[in-house]
């Protein structure tokens, strides 16, 4: 079984902190995903990373960076945490497919409250 | 950017009787139709997956239905049960990316 570890479950930090979510897969996958979750906004991509030292901007990218050094761990990074970055974050990843018709396989997620 | 609009946004049903979830889309072009359960506190995962060259698909008490010419897919839940009660999304996909949207928050009651 795909398995996709996110590093903390819960994390409180402090507006103005720099922060890290970490995601780890153990499958290989060349693709790894974050999203952010919000009650009525559903779920919203961040950014990706189609493989290792590869990013792409995703919807909502704004406020985030990303960090892609090997192939198994794909980092995010609130530069300057704010109150509006309170959110539920899941880390994805999925085998390379031409036509992206591989399923991609989600973390627990993080809930990440900023004060 | 493809649209998929998912409805209801959420549905009460008792148990044992029948979930029926939709989503609409805009572009034809667009060529796989996944649907995905997420339990609370846990992240989404494929439940089933359909081809527009396939009209139904059937995997236990999950079926997905496509109706290529008015541009729909449905999610139908048989013998529906408390443990089904989940969000369930149809991410759209355009260039490699899935688009989840707010998904249909389903609850089974006894």
């Known amino acids: 079984d795909v398995k996709v570890t996110q590093s903390s479950r819960y994390l409180v930090k402090r507006t103005g902190e720099k922060v890290f979510l970490e995601c780890v897969q153990d499958?290989?996958?060349?693709?790894m995903f974050w999203y952010r979750q919000d009650p009525g906004l559903g779920l919203r991509l961040i950014y990706f990373?189609?493989?290792?030292?590869?990013?792409e901007k995703g919807d909502i990218p704004e406020g985030y960076s990303v960090s892609r050094e090997k192939k198994e761990r794909f980092s995010l990074i609130l530069e300057s945490a704010s109150t509006n970055q309170t959110s539920m974050y899941l880390c994805?990843?999925?085998?390379?497919?031409?036509?992206?018709?591989?399923?991609?396989?989600f973390g627990d997620g993080t809930r990440l409250s900023i004060l | 950017q493809q649209q998929v609009k998912q409805s209801p946004q959420s549905l009460i049903v008792q148990k044992g009787g029948i979930s029926i979830i939709n989503c609409a889309y805009e572009?034809?072009?667009?060529?796989?139709f996944p649907w995905y359960q997420q339990f609370p506190g846990k992240g989404p995962a494929l439940l089933i997956a359909?081809?527009?060259?396939?009209s139904e698909k059937k995997e236990g008490r999950f079926t997905i239905s496509f109706n290529k010419s008015a541009k729909q897919f449905s999610l139908h839940i048989m013998d529906s049960q408390p443990g089904d009660s989940a969000t369930y999304f149809c991410?759209?996909?355009?260039?490699?990316?899935?688009?989840f949207g707010t998904g249909t928050r389903l609850q089974v009651t006894l």
């Open positions: 994805a990843s999925r085998m390379r497919d031409r036509f992206s018709n591989q399923p991609q396989h």
């Open positions: 499958m290989d996958h060349e693709n």
């Open positions: 990373s189609y493989d290792v030292k590869m990013k």
């Open positions: 572009n034809t072009a667009f060529d796989y």
């Open positions: 359909i081809r527009p060259d396939v």
């Open positions: 991410p759209s996909r355009a260039a490699s990316k899935l688009t």
